[in-house]
């Protein structure tokens, strides 16, 4: 996936601030306060929403009060970006009221295409990204001094890296998956149009069985 453009409307000591990532690698750099955390922060939000409540686990005031915008404009942003098939999304937030929308590129509203609660709204960045928030939070969302990887993580981590060995992507395809179990089928059971398989074996013995009764049938009537 790549981002394309990055419109903050209003988060943190943003406001109307566009960014458009160029091709391959983008670092964003500044000194200390300038807000890179705050560009960081501003993207997992727009994918995953910011979840409300008074104070996180460990104390800290919650990203809503957090991120609010400091001069008072609109709370929220764009997100434009693309995925490896080539596919354009554009997605909408507003974190005052809590609402999302996200658009195709043909500017089609598919927000409702995708599973929904109450925190998140649709759950598209699950299934765009193929990674869960708290995956999310400890790969490509890592801040400084944290590389922890949670037992979850790991899991996830595991079986892409398997993925990527055995078949040189880190999703397993469905339509090889699918081949694989066709042909396994076909050799260790067989089919109709096959003759030496052990189904067509099976189907063999089983028809002759049957002619023997019948033929002892017939000389005992």
Request: overall charge neutral; some cysteine; hydrophobic content about 35%.
């Amino acid at each position: 996936m790549k981002i394309t453009k990055i419109d903050i409307k209003g988060f943190g000591k943003f406001d109307n601030t566009v960014f458009s990532p160029g091709s391959g690698l983008n670092i964003f750099y500044g000194a200390n306060e300038a807000g890179k955390s705050t560009i960081q922060a501003f993207i997992k939000a727009m994918f995953f929403g910011i979840k409300s409540g008074r104070r996180t686990k460990d104390g800290a005031i919650n990203q809503n009060k957090r991120f609010k915008p400091w001069s008072g404009k609109a709370f929220g942003g764009i997100l434009e970006y693309m995925l490896d098939d080539g596919c354009h999304y554009t997605i909408g937030r507003n974190f005052e009221n809590n609402s999302l929308t996200v658009y195709d590129e043909f500017s089609n509203n598919i927000t409702g295409e995708f599973p929904a609660d109450k925190e998140t709204i649709a759950k598209f960045a699950e299934q765009h990204l193929g990674l869960s928030e708290s995956v999310f939070e400890r790969t490509a969302f890592l801040g400084q001094m944290q590389s922890a990887v949670n037992q979850e993580g790991r899991k996830i981590l595991a079986e892409r890296l398997i993925n990527l060995k055995e078949s040189g992507d880190e999703q397993v395809s469905f339509k090889a998956s699918v081949n694989v179990l066709k042909e396994a089928l076909i050799t260790h059971v067989g089919s109709e149009r096959t003759t030496t398989r052990p189904i067509n074996i099976l189907n063999s013995q089983l028809h002759e069985a049957l002619e023997n009764e019948k033929a002892a049938r017939e000389l005992y009537e």
